[in-house]
T-cell receptor, first 111, second 113 residues
């Protein structure tokens, strides 16, 4: 079993829809949770960052962490074609511990 | 966040040859990281490079295959040695931004033929 599980998709939705992306994990020591967006032929870009449990909102993006269920989510409201990318979840424990990435979900927003 | 520049952005190489990838950061950083992203796969950490010491390699990666240099606090290189088609991948340089945040370069897309 992988430490971090993420459905690779692909996921295709119409413009304006609410998108829900999810990851599950097995390591209860994880404390830092991130979502990265990666456009084709580009490096990953940090999109959302959360420490421990709870929600964080930034514009159209909301990140949720449920440590009791070992489950994190990224919601995209009013999705735009420019949101079409691969979204990777990543997480790590306390201290200088390495990041563990999910496989990435390929998302397409159709105009 | 740091600005990270990688060169080359892409290359096509013959099997058996080596390629050195350069990573330049616009600020001094203690640790730099090298990742591999194989087609359709997630990011896998190859090694951590600290200035003034030997790089620390992850399980499955060895120095003879992926030698790393870290001559100063803003620069690192990763060499992919004796390449085979299985080394075709995207190679990414990364730096830490505090609290486990990672910032990435644009990547080097390597194709081995």
């Amino acid at each position: 079993q992988k430490e971090v599980e993420q459905d690779p998709g692909p996921l295709s939705v119409p413009e304006g829809a609410i998108v829900s992306l999810n990851c599950t994990y097995s390591n209860s020591a994880f404390q830092y949770f991130m979502w990265y967006r990666q456009y084709s032929r580009k490096g990953p870009e940090l999109l959302m960052y959360t420490y421990s449990s709870g929600n964080k909102e930034d514009g159209r993006f909301t990140a949720q962490v449920d440590k009791s269920s070992k489950y994190i989510s990224l919601f995209i409201r009013d999705s735009q074609p420019s949101d079409s990318a691969t979204y990777l979840c990543a997480m790590s424990g306390q201290g200088a511990q390495k990041l563990v990435f999910g496989q990435g979900t390929r998302l397409t927003i159709n105009p | 966040s740091a600005v990270i520049s990688q060169k080359p952005s892409r290359d096509i190489c013959q099997r058996g040859t080596s390629l050195t990838i350069q990573c330049q950061v616009d600020s001094q950083v203690t640790m730099m990281f090298w990742y591999r992203q194989q087609p359709g796969q997630s990011l896998t950490l190859i090694a951590t490079a600290n200035q003034g010491s030997e790089a620390t390699y992850e399980s499955g990666f060895v120095i003879d295959k992926f030698p790393i240099s870290r001559p100063n606090l803003t620069f690192s290189t990763l060499t992919v040695s004796n390449m085979s088609p299985e080394d075709s991948s995207i190679y990414l340089c990364s730096v830490e931004g505090g609290g486990s945040k990672a910032f990435f370069g644009q990547g080097t897309r390597l194709t081995v033929v």
